[in-house]
């Protein structure tokens, strides 16, 4: 039976939990602090304790008088108190967190222990952090008609130590995450200059970790706000945009299935929050203009050297400190000859950084001043890339062709994008500068990511040439009697690159000269290769083969046997564009792969993984088709001599490649890299329809499954496959497009062949049913992923 209440027995049982006569222990007084902040009952922060005790146990805990400090600043923060009280008390804990926080950057620890900071711990423990977040937003929360004001320097104060606080203590961003309100409130304190970089650091930690996406509509006064940023607070401000407009991370986009998408997609019809930031953004007056510029300014137009060392007093809290801290370091071991010493951040004494004296003001060093603007382009770069992906593609295009994005960046290629690596290259801490997190190679990914981007499908990607690379367009369809592509006689020419060279022709001349163990090479590939993607253009295949680019593939995967699959996959993608159709290409690739053992090596690169190659495998089919059909004495020429046109010729070739493409893949396991495994088998079979071949091909799948001793395995997977295209492709525009335009075959054939496929008809000499022994039938098998 339950005990009766009676007077005391709280008190009693407080006592009881704190230690005789009422005093709490130490040990039992952390865990009821931590329980109540976690529950928002009982015991929640250190201004419910007694000063007596906290002064008594502050020695023996080690909490180097913090919880005392808090006490002082919670009795000097409340409504009407003297604030400038709290600034001297946040001038005393500020020292005793920043070091922790100098240690966590510095160390690169990889568990972060409470026992390894405890005073950013105990500041938390007892109540700092939302004690902070209380005087910060007291203005905003007061009735009086007459609202305290907090001056600038608290405001950096209370900032940085929240900063320090939850890059130290596990679990503090996660809490700011969840209250809307702080991370609202904390962009409005954007508009000040002086607190604008702390704020805004912190809000990319807090965003960082949220569970769901703010919309940037919530924010007051976004146009207005952004609209009183300068350039540096704009490029600092795309830190914050890119985690508001990047779909949140569910795992690699590759990986994560296609059955799952598509259940998401039907759960979530709407546009989602990501979609939704990225259409405010376009809203907002200048803001793609304003990228523009800040993306083709040259390191000479930045702002001067004295606003910046300002900014870099406070620059700790926009990078990793220990990046501020070793980029500085160089500069002034590496360049004494070019300047003095550079000032560092405030917090650091002669002593600490063993370089500068904290007080020496000198000329910014060229090289920081080259790393700071490949910094902000870095952001800068990653928005419009993730815009030029999104709903809104061709109203980005539109204004980013308008506002010479592409010429601008054409300009800064050698000087800025491309520049060449130098002894003194400044790196993100703890890496090399061949590292793919240096600055300097994060540029160039980026930068080929955006050029990959803004080719793709899309007749802006003439931009890339100068006015004289499009007249060689025009010169080689004129040569080849065939008609100019529109796209390329619509092209505005007062808009595209200026100079000798277009942005893809030095694209190429870099892509010629990389190493074989460049991390660059499978984004070069991929960049390439977007230009050529569409409606394949005999013209721009011509551009590139004209180049040497054909040579350059072949040599990379035969002579330098790539062993990189991502490598290895974007050559084929790559190869296959460039040769599909193209009589004069294969003829280029017979000369090149002149001898059996040449072609042998191809061949087992292609073999190695079908996944990466069927592309180029889809490419030779195609072309073969089509090479057949023409009656061209060149043509007949290359087909009788050309090693890789023969060795398709074969049937057997072909239904071994078929054999095998249905075989990688199954529905469970289809992903947006892997589906075109299946598109390529379903290019093998339309062909084979066409020329009335189709039941010879499905006799040859059964016979070689009886090879394998595993009847049925084949056709009732591929069964499946094709009831899962149906459902996947018949819905999607955007796909079927590019199903069409890649293939010259129309969609309608496509549906039809598939639909003929999986005819229920057993006597129908093309339905895989007519192939599938009864015994061994397995076709109605449910695979939706709820």
């Not at 008594?56 to 002082?72: F, H, S, T, V, Y």
């Not at 607070?233 to 799952?260: M, P, Y």
């Not at 072309?623 to 290359?638: A, G, I």
Request: contains cysteine; proline residues 3%; neutral net charge.
């Amino acid at each position: 039976m339950a005990a009766a209440a009676v007077p005391g027995a709280g008190r009693e049982r407080r006592a009881a939990a704190w230690g005789w006569g009422g005093r709490p222990c130490s040990g039992n007084i952390l865990d009821q602090l931590r329980q109540g902040q976690v529950t928002g009952q009982g015991l929640a922060r250190g201004a419910q304790i007694t000063e007596a005790f906290l002064k008594e146990r502050d020695k023996q805990a080690k909490w180097n008088g913090i919880p005392l400090l808090l006490q002082k600043l919670y009795v000097n923060s409340q409504p009407n108190s003297d604030f400038s009280k709290c600034q001297s008390i946040l001038k005393e804990i500020s020292p005793l967190l920043s070091m922790e926080a100098m240690v966590f950057v510095t160390e690169e620890r990889k568990f972060s222990q409470e026992s390894t900071f405890p005073n950013t711990y105990t500041f938390d423990l007892f109540g700092g952090v939302d004690l902070l977040v209380e005087i910060l937003m007291r203005p905003t929360l007061t009735t009086q008609k007459k609202k305290q004001k907090i001056s600038d320097d608290l405001t950096k104060d209370c900032l940085s130590i929240l900063y320090n606080t939850c890059i130290c203590t596990d679990g503090v961003t996660k809490r700011l995450a969840e209250r809307n309100d702080f991370v609202l409130f904390l962009f409005t304190l954007m508009t000040n200059r002086k607190t604008f970089l702390q704020t805004a650091t912190l809000i990319e930690d807090i965003l960082g970790v949220k569970k769901e996406m703010i919309r940037l509509e919530d924010i007051p006064n976004l146009a207005t706000l952004v609209s009183s940023f300068d350039q540096q607070q704009l490029a600092n401000f795309c830190r914050i945009l890119a985690v508001t407009i990047s779909e949140l991370d569910t795992g690699s986009d590759d990986k994560h299935t296609l059955l799952a998408k598509n259940a998401h997609q039907k759960k979530n019809l709407g546009p989602t929050c990501a979609e939704i930031n990225q259409a405010t953004l376009l809203n907002i007056p200048g803001f793609i203009e304003r990228l523009c510029k800040l993306a083709t300014r040259k390191v000479s137009e930045s702002t001067g050297t004295s606003s910046f060392l300002q900014e870099l007093e406070e620059w700790y809290t926009w990078l990793d400190n220990a990046l501020v801290l070793d980029a500085l370091m160089r500069v002034a071991n590496e360049e004494p000859e070019h300047s003095s010493p550079v000032i560092f951040p405030s917090y650091y004494s002669s002593d600490e950084s063993g370089v500068a004296n904290t007080s020496s003001r000198t000329q910014l060093p060229q090289s920081m001043k080259i790393m700071h603007e490949i910094m902000y382009k870095l952001e800068v770069l990653y928005v419009l890339c993730v815009l030029l992906m999104g709903r809104q593609r061709n109203q980005v295009h539109k204004m980013i062709a308008e506002f010479k994005l592409i010429p601008g960046l054409n300009n800064l290629f050698d000087k800025l994008i491309w520049r060449k690596h130098s002894t003194s290259t400044l790196v993100l801490h703890g890496h090399n500068q061949n590292c793919d997190c240096s600055p300097d190679i994060t540029l160039k990914i980026q930068f080929l990511r955006l050029l990959q981007s803004f080719s793709d499908h899309h007749e802006n990607k003439y931009l890339l040439l100068n006015s004289q690379e499009l007249n060689e367009l025009s010169a080689i369809s004129l040569k080849a009697n065939i008609p100019e592509v529109d796209a390329v006689v619509n092209t505005d020419r007062s808009l595209v690159c200026d100079g000798k060279r277009g942005l893809l022709t030095r694209l190429l001349q870099v892509m010629k000269k990389e190493p074989t163990e460049s991390s660059f090479r499978f984004w070069q590939a991929r960049a390439v290769e977007s230009f050529l993607r569409g409606a394949t253009s005999y013209a721009d295949q011509m551009f590139l083969l004209k180049r040497g680019l054909l040579e350059h593939i072949l040599y990379c995967i035969v002579d330098s046997e790539c062993k990189s699959r991502d490598v290895l996959q974007s050559y084929f993608d790559l190869l296959g564009e460039l040769m599909k159709f193209n009589i004069d290409a294969f003829k280029r690739f017979n000369k090149y792969i002149n001898t059996d053992e040449k072609f042998q090596v191809f061949l087992n690169q292609i073999n190695s993984s079908l996944v990466d190659s069927n592309m180029l495998v889809r490419c030779i089919t195609l072309s073969l088709d089509r090479f057949e059909s023409q009656s061209d004495m060149k043509v007949v020429h290359v087909l009788s001599e050309c090693r890789l046109l023969s060795y398709m010729y074969q049937m057997n070739n072909r239904t071994t490649f078929l054999f095998r493409l249905i075989n990688i893949i199954h529905v469970q396991t289809l992903t947006q890299e892997n589906v075109s495994c299946l598109n390529t088998s379903l290019v093998i079979l339309m062909l084979a329809r066409r020329k009335d071949k189709l039941p010879g091909y499905l006799n040859a799948l059964q016979k070689m499954e009886y090879d394998e001793k595993y009847p049925g395995f084949i056709l009732n997977n591929f069964h499946s496959l094709l009831r899962f295209w149906q459902q996947h492709y018949l819905h999607k525009d955007k796909d079927s497009t590019c199903l069409e335009n890649s293939s010259c075959i129309s969609f309608t054939y496509w549906k039809e062949t598939v639909s003929i496929l999986l005819s229920p008809d057993r006597t129908s000499p093309c339905a895989l049913v007519s192939y599938i022994e009864e015994p061994y039938m397995d076709i109605d098998r449910n695979f939706t992923e709820e």
